[in-house]
């Protein structure tokens, strides 16, 4: 095992274009965060979720968290280099074993450190636009019980996005297609979501799509009204994720390089 983690490791480190997107998961992450805490104003009379809003950017985020996932599988299979791989790591469940391993401890500390960033940039921009204790809103911070939850949920979920993304790569091996198989399965959820006037379809939707379930970990305020609890919802973009690895996985056994 260690010289399959040591060779995915190379081979990650020794191309640009998965740091490059690591770096840009990071940044698209914050940036976004910010600009959306600093859009907002305190108005008398509402009521806003500070950690929720500090975590807006892992809506885009983690699109790049997939590209990367995607990529780090599907362009071995494009290039042919997978028969070098396959020549050289003949135990096909210990290379996926040691991709898996490689690809989320690098989302992990991406993920750290962009939820990080986030929320110490929100705790800063939102008490500048009056979200403050004289309001009746609590300065945001991880010592916060809730807010923890929330930013190490986004952390988790970050990196069960990668890992259904990896899933996905494994049984397309085409990265254009993996690549719009798992951006469908993030955003068309809510986009149906949006467009569907009933009320119980409009629950179980938000309940099942894996966005929609994985991000209620988010949630600090009005928990009680979700249509799922935020650590159900990361339990279901856990199994979207499991099924993506075990279809991969399949995929990897049974077919030719």
């Known amino acids: 095992m260690r010289d399959a983690l040591h060779a995915e490791w190379t081979k990650l480190r020794t191309t640009s274009g998965p740091a490059l997107l690591i770096v840009a998961a990071v940044a698209l992450t914050v940036a976004v965060s910010a600009a959306v805490a600093a859009g907002v104003s305190y108005t008398a009379g509402t009521s806003q979720d500070l950690a929720k809003i500090s975590l807006t950017g892992i809506y885009l985020g983690q699109a790049v968290i997939a590209i990367f996932a995607v990529l780090a599988v599907s362009a071995e299979y494009s290039t042919g280099m997978i028969r070098t791989t396959l020549t050289a790591m003949p135990r096909r469940s210990t290379l996926l074993a040691a991709k898996a391993i490689v690809i989320t401890t690098l989302v992990l500390a991406a993920g750290s450190l962009a939820v990080l960033a986030c929320v110490l940039a929100g705790r800063l921009l939102l008490q500048g636009n009056g979200f403050t204790p004289a309001h009746g809103y609590r300065v945001l911070s991880l010592a916060e ?76 305020t009005g928990v009680d009204r979700l249509p799922i609890g935020p650590w159900a919802g990361l339990g279901v973009l856990a199994c979207w994720a499991t099924g993506a690895m075990l279809i991969g996985a399949l995929s990897l056994q049974l077919r030719d390089a």
């Open 145 to 220: 019980a809730s807010t923890l939850r929330a930013a190490g949920g986004s952390v988790l979920y970050l990196v069960l996005i990668a890992l259904l993304s990896l899933g996905i790569a494994l049984a397309l091996r085409d990265s254009a297609t993996a690549i719009g198989v798992v951006l469908a399965l993030l955003y068309l959820f809510p986009i149906v979501a949006a467009a569907v006037s009933n009320i119980h379809w409009w629950r179980h939707l938000q309940q099942i799509g894996p966005m929609t379930a994985g991000l209620a970990i988010q949630t600090t």
